[in-house]
């Protein structure tokens, strides 16, 4: 993995795992449930199984992303997933947790490099998210699974971005913790970190060709800001 830090000169960010701490919030509802049945399992550790549970509905849940694609209802599965969202959770916005960090380092990114956001959800709630942060101002456009024909791991949505940030793919460095955010940069023939603070494991990232592997997130302006 060699990342060429020459060649960036802009940012693509997903959003759950990478800006938004969506991994801890599915493995604490889902740790809630299992509470239960804590005897079964190992030393009682519901906790455990619930992240084991959460990592490994990774790889099925991107290969029905991309089947979706394929099928050609991608847009209408994300619109249905954020109505379901919007009625589970209502306007409770307090579901929002951002990473710790982010917003600090995209104070010193946004200074030296267009960015954007690059997401596979719907536009509803990848919008509440942005707006409820007030993220707007550091982002020169917004990828949704709505935006694009396909999406990730297709290379469509970074090309548009690209597009966007009047960059060319090659280009963009695109920053994501799940193999999708990296297949789709290589698609795209973008340079990618995997972050590993989201769903990722490394090992899988490190299969799929990510350019640079990361704990978490915030490290990145260690590497692109001097």
Not at 101 to 110: D, N, Q, R, S, V
Request: with cysteine; hydrophobic share 40%; aromatic share 8%.
């Amino acid at each position: 993995m060699t990342l060429d830090i020459n060649r960036i000169q802009g940012l693509c960010f997903d959003v759950d795992g990478t800006l938004r701490d969506t991994d801890d919030q599915f493995v604490a509802s889902l740790a809630k449930k299992l509470k239960p049945f804590r005897i079964l399992f190992h030393q009682g550790d519901h906790h455990a199984v619930a992240r084991r549970i959460v990592m490994a509905s990774e790889t099925p849940g991107n290969y029905l992303l991309g089947l979706s694609d394929r099928l050609g209802i991608d847009g209408i599965l994300a619109k249905i997933s954020d109505i379901i969202y919007h009625f589970s959770q209502g306007k409770n916005s307090s579901s929002f947790s951002l990473l710790p960090g982010i917003k600090e380092m995209l104070e010193l990114l946004k200074p030296a490099y267009p960015m954007s956001i690059v997401s596979a959800r719907g536009e509803r709630l990848t919008m509440q998210f942005i707006e409820h942060f007030g993220l707007q101002d550091y982002f020169t456009c917004v990828v949704t699974a709505q935006t694009c024909k396909r999406t990730k791991p297709f290379p469509d949505p970074i090309l548009w971005a690209a597009r966007q940030m009047r960059l060319q793919p090659e280009n963009c460095l695109m920053i994501g913790d799940t193999t999708v955010d990296i297949q789709a940069a290589r698609a795209a023939g973008a340079q990618s970190v995997g972050v590993l603070c989201g769903f990722g494991e490394e090992y899988e990232l490190k299969h799929s060709g990510a350019d640079l592997i990361l704990p978490c997130t915030d490290q990145l302006s260690m590497h692109l800001v001097t």
